[in-house]
């Protein structure tokens, strides 16, 4: 993966109305293990690892990488959030010069207990403002299996637009893009 471009990271802890979204520290290695084990989280996303496997290769200070939030609810991790760069090699781009300029793309994933509350819409918008104000101007693209029907009701609601379906990992995927607000124009 690319690098975010210039952008100071770690940022300053963001704060939204219930979230933290920080940088990782040690204490979150068990649910960042949690999340690839499980079955529900990784259910659009390539399958569970084995937990033995997580155990051996994740390391003490997971997700410490440009791009990665742990998302925070009062003072525990429930998820993360990821802006990072779209691997040139994959399907799908919005760029026709893809494998020159990666673009930037946001991920998440949420412990099942977490669910329905809201936490993704409000950490994911929360990422996504804070990525304009970092690389202003610069258009953020999600994929999703088109069957992952939370997936899809967020990006909708994080106003992601569609510009393609193609297929990946034996499905159908469905990739929006996100156009940040344009500058107030001057008086």
């Not at 040690?26 to 084995?50: H, M, Q």
């Amino acid at each position: 993966m690319a690098e975010l471009g210039p952008v100071a990271w770690p940022p300053a802890p963001i704060r939204t109305e219930r979230l933290v979204l920080r940088e990782s520290e040690a204490r979150d290695r068990a649910v960042f293990i949690e999340l690839f084990a499980s079955p529900e989280v990784r259910t659009y996303l390539g399958g569970p690892r084995p937990i033995d496997e997580l155990e051996r290769e994740v390391p003490e200070l997971p997700g410490r990488r440009p791009g990665v939030f742990v998302i925070d609810l009062a003072g525990s991790m429930i998820g993360s959030v990821t802006i990072e760069r779209r691997d040139a090699e994959r399907p799908g781009h919005i760029r026709p010069d893809a494998d020159e300029a990666e673009e930037a793309e946001l991920g998440y994933m949420f412990l099942p207990e977490a669910w329905g509350h809201g936490y993704a819409a409000e950490a994911c918008a929360a990422a996504l403002g804070w990525f304009a104000d970092a690389v202003p101007g610069e258009p953020v693209v999600l994929c999703t299996q088109t069957a992952n029907d939370r997936s899809m009701r967020l990006a909708a609601k994080l106003g992601f637009t569609e510009v393609q379906r193609f297929e990946e990992w034996g499905a159908e995927q469905w990739m929006g893009v996100w156009s940040p607000p344009a500058p107030p124009h001057p008086a």
